[in-house]
C-alpha cells in the first residue's frame, strides 16, 4: 500500500506510518486487495489527500466508509466517479446546497472540485471490500484518521469541521474546539435527512465563517 500523498501531509503522518498498527494494516489491505475486490481503486485510497494540500486545507467533512458498489468510490468521502448515478446521501447533500445556495443541482458526483479549494474528504475507513459495509473497519484505519484530525486540530486553526451524523460527531474528541468552527447535523442518508439536515445550512454557514476570517469561500 504505497502512501501517496503531498509532502507536507507526509510530514504530518509520518510518526503514525511507522507504528506496528499501521504495518499490520498495510499487510491486511494488501491482502485484500489481491484477494477480493475492493474499493476505491488502490491508488485512490490516499486521494483525499492528494486532491486537497495541507497548506490549503479550510474544511473538513468526514464520512464513514468508502462506498462499496462498482464504479463507485474516488477516495473522496460521499464523492462518486463522474457518470455515476448519485447515492441517496450525496442526492441529499445537493438537495441542501440546491436550497441553501439557490444554485442548481450538479450533474456531476465527483467532488473533488471541492478538494481542490480546501476541502478534505475524509473517510474514518479508506478501504472497504466490494458489497460488504464496515467489511475493514477496526483494522487500523480508524486510529490512522483519527490521527490526522488530531494534528490538523493542532497545527492549524480556524478550520471548518462539518459533521454529520453522530459517528462523524464523535470524532468531535479529537478537534480543539476553542481553536476551529465546528458545525454539527444528522447525516444526509435518507434516516436523517428529514430530522433537521434539510435546513441545516453548513454550506452557507461554512462560507459565513471563512468570510468572517478573510478567506476564501468555497464554491460548493
Keep these: 500500500m504505497e502512501l501517496k500523498m503531498g509532502d507536507l501531509w507526509k510530514i504530518i503522518v509520518e510518526s503514525e506510518i511507522v507504528k506496528p498498527y499501521f504495518k499490520d494494516l498495510t499487510n491486511f489491505v494488501e491482502a485484500e486487495y489481491k484477494t477480493q475486490r475492493c474499493f476505491p481503486p488502490k491508488e485512490a485510497i490516499f486521494h483525499a489527500f492528494n486532491c486537497c494540500s ?16 462498482e464504479n ?28 441553501d445556495l439557490n444554485q442548481q443541482v450538479p450533474k456531476n458526483g465527483d467532488l473533488e472540485k471541492w478538494a481542490v479549494q480546501g476541502v478534505l474528504l475524509l473517510n474514518a475507513t479508506l478501504t472497504v471490500r466490494a458489497h460488504v459495509a464496515g467489511s475493514h473497519q477496526k483494522r487500523g484505519w480508524e486510529t490512522f484518521t483519527n490521527a490526522v484530525i488530531a494534528e490538523i486540530s493542532a497545527k492549524k486553526e480556524n478550520i471548518v469541521f462539518l459533521l454529520w451524523g453522530k459517528f462523524a460527531e464523535s470524532k468531535i474528541n479529537f478537534i480543539d474546539t476553542e481553536k476551529h468552527k465546528i458545525l454539527i447535523a444528522p447525516h444526509p442518508s435518507p434516516l436523517g435527512a428529514w430530522r433537521g439536515w434539510f ?18 469561500e468555497i464554491s460548493w
Design 54 to 69: 495541507f497548506e490549503d486545507l479550510k474544511v473538513v467533512i468526514i464520512g464513514q466508509d468508502p462506498y462499496h458498489d
Design 72 to 99: 463507485q468510490a474516488n477516495g473522496l468521502c460521499f464523492s462518486v466517479k463522474a457518470g455515476t448515478k448519485h447515492p441517496a446521501s450525496l442526492k441529499n447533500i445537493f438537495k441542501e446546497i440546491q436550497t
Design 199 to 216: 435546513g441545516s445550512k453548513h454550506f452557507s454557514k461554512t462560507n459565513t465563517f471563512l468570510k468572517s476570517i478573510g478567506a476564501q
